[in-house]
């Protein structure tokens, strides 16, 4: 939960609009998740959240990877008690940090990044170009693992749309009224 809105009825109602946000930045930048292969960086925060949008937009596999593995682990196990393969769903996999798996879209969902000399430390050169290198850090703009996936050949994107289509959700949840998303309001952010 990560939006609160207070009823007439005076009830309490808890929302995430992370899973939105990602979802709405996804598909405006024209890339078409069905049936890819993920990896997921990172364990806290926002990739529980991704973790079911990705779900929900039914992805072939979903891999995470996280400094502390334990807390990859719990995801998997959480995730893979409720999720079921009806939806094509496969259970998600767990690596080592280090690893890294062939995908075709890799997420950054941890606060690396946010610092201008801040690394992964993570080798992608050995994975084909025309890859999907997303980061949920909005600024700044370009961030190192963006920067090397760009210089690897590949398509970048950083977190700015999700964190616009996450506010016009909230938004919406608080005033009832879905804001406009124009080119005006994108250019508050840079």
Known sequence: VNTIL??????????????????????????????KKILVLGSGGVAPSIIFALYKMRVSSVTLTNRTKSKAEYLQNFYNDIMNEENG?????????????????????????LKN?????????????????????YNPKETNF?????????KTENGKKMFIFQAAEAFKIWHNIQPEINEEVRKLLD
């Not at 009830?11 to 899973?19: L, Y």
């Not at 767990?94 to 798996?101: K, T």
């Not at 992964?120 to 850090?137: A, E, P, Q, T």
Request: hydrophobic share 35%; charged share 30%.
């Open 6 to 35: 207070l009823t007439n009825d005076d009830k309490v109602v808890g929302h995430n609009t992370d899973i939105g946000g990602f979802e709405n930045a996804i598909k405006e930048s024209k890339y078409n998740p069905l049936g």
């Open 89 to 113: 769903w496969n259970k998600i996999k767990v690596v080592d940090w280090g690893e890294v798996p062939e995908f075709d879209m890799v997420i950054n969902a941890t606060s690396v990044g």
């Open 117 to 137: 000399d801040d690394n992964l430390n993570l080798d992608f050169s050995k994975i084909s170009k025309k890859k999907f290198f997303y980061d949920v850090i």
């Open 146 to 154: 963006l920067k090397e996936g760009k210089y690897l050949g590949n």
